[in-house]
């Protein structure tokens, strides 16, 4: 099975001018003080349509002949994908149904129709959803644009490859979500053919990683389950084109706790002032879990910002627990009056704020005389945390 060429790649480039944006590059304070050197991020969440997808998708479409577009394109998606291909086949003036999962956010579904395609609602993962766009487009005569398996979505991808040379020529690392493996194929089949050198890693949701287990195997092989946030990159099995080009070009794949990218969520929220959806986040997350991993100057492509404001919400939730910036201490005191204000003073005195205070006096550990008071704080994160405890203990209080 043939590789897709550099030249290729540069043939996509130019069919998308004027369609896709050339997306910036912003550098990363926090995570290029973590890491010794320059961290930069390439900000697909900002490219029409709100990720990297209308790239892939335009070109796929755009290289139909022109009665086989007039029959309509089909494909399936739980959103970004959907979306590049409503926007290209409006561009390129022809039909287009979408199949998403039961389950899409709505934002997705609306800005799917917004773009002028019929959306049907099917199958309760993308995979399911697939199956049933693949039959459809059968039963229709329609072209099924397939989200990631194809060589000219796979041209099209690359081309952020060749915009990330351009804009960072001294990169070392290149991080990319990873899902089916488009993306990523592409822009390994760039920047391999231009700087061999140049150390490319696939970045997976570890509770959808389905690439170490299809390396190992040597073959593409399907999960049995998937558990994450990352909706964008929960492929349940790799394509066999995408196989081929990850093994043979992608020196490693990583994979990430929906933890881990709820905080670089965060951290793209309040320190690069970003929008970026849990699955668009993961290579961000990659660095900034093991920043000693990936030799500087690295280049994290952030791939996509559509996220549910609902669903955002939760994840910032979550995102801010993990950094340790709600904690929940539970100190021991005596059962008098008093005893609670004296603790509430000492918390003070470190800077935290109290969020939620219960008594409990029936665990079988405390003495007759006292009380464990559960404390649900707000600090400013880890550190803020652990200088909490060591105060209270400085004090004589036993934290749990």
């Not at 299809?214 to 099995?237: K, Q, Y």
Request: with cysteine; charged share 20%; aromatic share 2%.
């Amino acid at each position: 099975m043939a590789l897709v060429t550099l030249e290729e790649v540069r043939a996509a480039r130019v069919l998308l001018e004027g369609i896709a944006r050339t997306t910036p590059m912003v550098s990363s304070r926090v995570l290029s003080g973590r890491s010794g050197g320059p961290v930069l991020l390439k900000c697909e969440n900002l490219q029409r349509t709100g990720s990297f997808k209308i790239r892939g998708a335009y070109v796929r479409i755009a290289r139909l002949d022109a009665e086989t577009r007039a029959r309509g394109v089909v494909a399936a998606s739980a959103g970004n994908h959907a979306q590049g291909v409503a926007l290209a086949a409006g561009e390129l003036g022809t039909t287009a149904t979408i199949v998403m999962p039961m389950g899409a956010p709505l934002p997705k579904v609306t800005a799917t129709t917004g773009y002028g395609a019929h959306v049907r609602l099917e199958g309760t993962t993308v995979d399911e959803s697939l199956q049933i766009a693949q039959d459809l487009a059968a039963s229709s005569g329609a072209t099924f644009i397939h989200p990631f398996d194809h060589p000219d979505v796979i041209a099209g991808q690359g081309s952020v490859g060749l915009e990330l040379l351009e804009q960072c020529p001294d990169v070392r690392t290149v991080l990319v979500c990873t899902g089916g493996g488009g993306l990523v194929s592409g822009i390994a089949a760039a920047v391999k053919a231009l700087r061999p050198d140049v150390e490319v890693v696939a970045v997976q949701a570890a509770g959808a990683a389905t690439w170490p287990g299809s390396l190992a195997a040597g073959a593409p092989v399907a999960l049995t389950e998937m558990r994450t946030m990352a909706d964008g990159i929960a492929v349940g099995r790799p394509g066999e084109l995408t196989y081929e080009h990850v093994s043979a070009l992608v020196d490693r794949v990583v994979t990430v706790s929906d933890e881990a990218l709820a905080r670089a969520l965060v951290l793209c929220l309040e320190r690069a002032k970003l929008v970026v959806e849990p699955a668009g986040a993961a290579a961000v997350a990659a660095v900034n879990e093991r920043p000693g991993d990936f030799e500087p100057p690295v280049v994290a492509i952030v791939s996509g910002g559509n996220v549910d404001p609902l669903l955002l919400g939760k994840v910032i939730r979550f995102g801010l627990v993990a950094a340790g910036r709600y904690p929940t201490l539970r100190v021991r005191i005596g059962d008098n009056p008093g005893s609670l204000a004296r603790l509430l003073d000492a918390l003070a005195a470190t800077g935290a704020n109290v969020l939620d205070v219960e008594h409990l006096r029936t665990e079988h550990e405390l003495a007759l005389e006292d009380v464990q008071v559960s404390l649900q704080l707000e600090t400013r994160g880890d550190e803020h945390s652990a200088a909490v405890v060591r105060a209270l203990r400085t004090r004589g209080y036993v934290v749990g």
